[in-house]
């Protein structure tokens, strides 16, 4: 069985990330902004495919048949390598919208405690989406704004 260069992009990036991530966490337990956003593009997105492909065949497991109008959720990484090709639209996940971000901004600001954040990777998935594809989500700036302030907030609660 031949391997498909979305198989082999991903096999060099995971043997390496794990091969680094073992040596660095062996001796320090952080990680780098490179080796959160490898983990946040694993985060699943839905997309809306823009023309007929068929099924993937991954070492992490299949991924489609995509078929054109029919949405489909698969890892970021995957969604962003289509989106440059054309061949898909990403939908904004849920807590990336206008209103979700507002009722989020609101808690954080109203409660002394730390509020449930919008996703593990929210940071990084925002500014993944924001960079390569800002056309796919409803109120880009309003959005990226609300996101700057909850974070703004989230960090005033440190100090």
Not at 18 to 39: D, G, K, V, Y
Not at 104 to 110: H, P, S, Y
Not at 125 to 131: D, R
Request: with cysteine.
């Amino acid at each position: 069985m031949m391997l498909s260069d979305f198989d082999c992009v991903f096999c060099f990036r995971l043997f390496s990330l794990n091969l680094r991530l073992w040596f660095q966490n062996f001796f320090i337990m952080s990680l780098t902004p490179e080796e959160l956003e490898f983990f946040a593009q694993e985060e699943e997105v839905e997309v809306m495919p823009t023309s007929e492909i068929p099924t993937m065949w991954l070492i992490t497991g299949d991924v489609g048949p995509f078929e054109v109008g029919m949405p489909i959720k698969i890892p970021l990484w995957i969604a962003l390598q289509l989106r440059a090709d054309n061949k898909c639209n990403i939908i904004a996940p849920s807590w990336m919208t206008l209103s979700s971000m507002e009722k989020v901004k609101e808690i954080e600001a109203k409660t002394a405690l730390f509020s449930k954040m919008p996703s593990n990777h929210y940071m990084t998935v925002a500014k993944l989406l924001f960079e390569l594809c800002p056309q796919d989500i409803p109120d880009a700036d309003a959005v990226k704004l609300l996101i700057k302030v909850f974070a703004l907030l989230h960090k005033h609660k440190f100090k």
